[in-house]
């Protein structure tokens, strides 16, 4: 009999040791996920263990940004910064020669991730330390918090660094290849930040393989995808649970509008998340 219970004792030990190697502890399969939109492509998001991952923030100088958080202390703390490319409108050109990105950067000692070229240059001009300019690139993958893994992916556009100089006048630096970001937090959910960009094919293989629950889409024209372009990403190539339109009505040229996008996605089951400027929801 003691043979027999120590046998059935070893197996389920081994049913539950296989079980924990397959299943993380609770607390990182639940928990709330915040995301602002702050304009443009201004993104913040709070992680399900309260990390704050600031993207994209032209704040200061965007005219859609709301009052309150043009001072940047109004964020509260900031943990990581990503920026997807060198233009002002994201890399945060505040009118005073200094950028929002990097200003926030050095107040709270938070890494600065973007295109290497770009945070190379942002080195070499002496604009940031390499401690908090982190560079990586297309394909490439960081895990800067426990859980917490970000993965740059291909936009299909430009980026020129303009950086205004000792004698006042505008200089245009390499800005790396622009990108977008997959980050996927510590419960699995997943957010395709997908920078500017224009359509391109492989945001099917993006889909497909990195299965985003929430995309930020750009739907402004013009520089990026019209509404027209950001419903075929949406509906046919990338298939996500969610979708947040951004990137429109900052400038006269992004005249796209997220009731435009809405009906050209129809029916298809993506939820539209609009909101406006300085607006949260929570996953």
Same mark, same amino acid.
């Given at each position: 009999?003691?043979? @027999? *219970?120590?046998?059935?004792?070893?197996?389920?030990?081994?049913?539950? $040791?296989?079980?924990?190697?397959?299943?993380?502890?609770?607390?990182?399969?639940?928990?709330?996920?915040?995301?602002? *939109?702050?304009?443009?492509?201004?993104?913040?998001?709070?992680?399900?263990?309260?990390? #704050?991952?600031?993207?994209?923030?032209?704040?200061?100088?965007?005219?859609? !940004?709301?009052?309150?958080?043009?001072?940047?202390?109004?964020?509260?703390?900031?943990?990581?910064?990503?920026?997807?490319?060198?233009?002002?409108? =994201?890399?945060?050109?505040?009118?005073?020669?200094?950028?929002?990105?990097?200003?926030?950067?050095?107040?709270?000692?938070?890494?600065?991730? /973007?295109?290497?070229?770009?945070?190379?240059? $942002?080195?070499?001009?002496?604009? $940031?330390?390499?401690?908090?300019?982190?560079?990586?690139?297309?394909?490439?993958?960081?895990?800067?918090?426990?859980? #917490?893994?970000?993965?740059?992916?291909?936009?299909? =556009?430009?980026?020129?660094?303009?950086?205004?100089?000792?004698?006042?006048?505008?200089?245009?630096?390499?800005?790396?290849?622009?990108?977008?970001?997959?980050?996927?937090?510590?419960?699995?959910?997943?957010? @395709?930040?997908?920078?500017?960009?224009?359509?391109?094919?492989?945001?099917?293989?993006?889909?497909?393989?990195?299965?985003?629950?929430?995309?930020?889409?750009?739907? /402004?024209?013009? @520089?990026?995808?019209?509404?027209?372009?950001?419903?075929?990403?949406?509906?046919?190539?990338?298939?996500?649970?969610?979708?947040?339109?951004?990137?429109?009505?900052?400038?006269?040229?992004?005249?796209? !509008?997220?009731?435009?996008?809405?009906?050209?996605?129809?029916?298809?089951?993506?939820?539209?998340?609009?909101?406006?400027?300085?607006?949260? #929801?929570?996953?």
């Amino acid at each position: 009999m003691n043979r @027999y *219970w120590k046998i059935i004792t070893v197996a389920l030990a081994s049913l539950f $040791l296989a079980s924990c190697a397959g299943n993380p502890p609770e607390v990182t399969r639940s928990g709330k996920i915040e995301v602002q *939109w702050l304009g443009n492509a201004a993104m913040k998001i709070t992680t399900v263990s309260g990390k #704050v991952i600031l993207i994209d923030p032209f704040l200061s100088a965007n005219p859609k !940004t709301p009052a309150q958080y043009k001072n940047l202390d109004a964020l509260g703390k900031i943990d990581l910064v990503l920026v997807t490319h060198g233009h002002g409108d =994201h890399i945060g050109v505040n009118g005073d020669k200094e950028f929002d990105s990097i200003v926030l950067s050095k107040k709270h000692n938070a890494p600065l991730y /973007g295109p290497a070229g770009m945070n190379q240059a $942002l080195i070499t001009m002496g604009l $940031l330390s390499p401690a908090l300019s982190q560079r990586f690139g297309k394909g490439g993958s960081f895990t800067p918090f426990p859980g #917490v893994r970000i993965t740059a992916t291909h936009a299909e =556009h430009s980026s020129e660094l303009l950086v205004v100089n000792a004698a006042g006048k505008g200089e245009s630096h390499i800005g790396g290849e622009p990108v977008g970001f997959i980050i996927e937090l510590e419960n699995g959910f997943r957010i @395709y930040h997908m920078g500017d960009t224009g359509l391109f094919g492989d945001m099917r293989m993006i889909g497909e393989y990195y299965r985003p629950d929430l995309i930020m889409i750009p739907i /402004g024209g013009h @520089y990026v995808m019209d509404p027209k372009d950001a419903a075929y990403a949406t509906t046919a190539l990338i298939k996500p649970k969610f979708a947040m339109p951004m990137h429109y009505a900052t400038n006269q040229y992004l005249k796209g !509008t997220p009731e435009e996008y809405i009906t050209a996605v129809g029916t298809f089951p993506t939820r539209i998340i609009n909101i406006n400027p300085g607006d949260k #929801v929570s996953f």
